[in-house]
């Protein structure tokens, strides 16, 4: 299982997409923290989980059963917050 953190920007969701031209949605996870950001992911059967880098159980259990983990920290150099 592949976790993808951030699913909701631009980036990750760009990278999101093309994983899921490869692999089954099942494979996948989309990890945010705001969960309810990524409806249209799990519209599309993928598992949704919530990350907050303030709490290291939410992290263990967000990156829980994943063989890898993708951490995007931004979209763009020099766009703060995005």
Same mark, same amino acid.
Do not use: H
């Given at each position: 299982m592949l976790v993808v953190t951030g699913a909701n920007r631009p980036l990750d969701r760009g990278v999101?997409?093309?994983?899921?031209?490869?692999?089954?949605?099942?494979?996948?996870?989309?990890? !945010?923290? +705001?969960?309810?950001? $990524?409806?249209?992911?799990?519209?599309? =059967?993928?598992?949704? !989980?919530? +990350?907050?880098?303030? $709490?290291?159980?939410?992290?263990?259990? =967000?990156?829980a059963g994943a063989e890898q983990v993708l951490v995007v920290s931004v979209n763009q150099l020099g766009e703060p917050g995005h």
């Open positions: 999101v997409e093309k994983v899921l031209c490869r692999a089954p949605a099942g494979w996948l996870v989309a990890s !945010r923290r +705001d969960p309810q950001q $990524t409806a249209t992911l799990t519209e599309q =059967s993928m598992q949704v !989980r919530t +990350d907050d880098v303030a $709490t290291l159980a939410e992290w263990t259990t =967000s990156f």
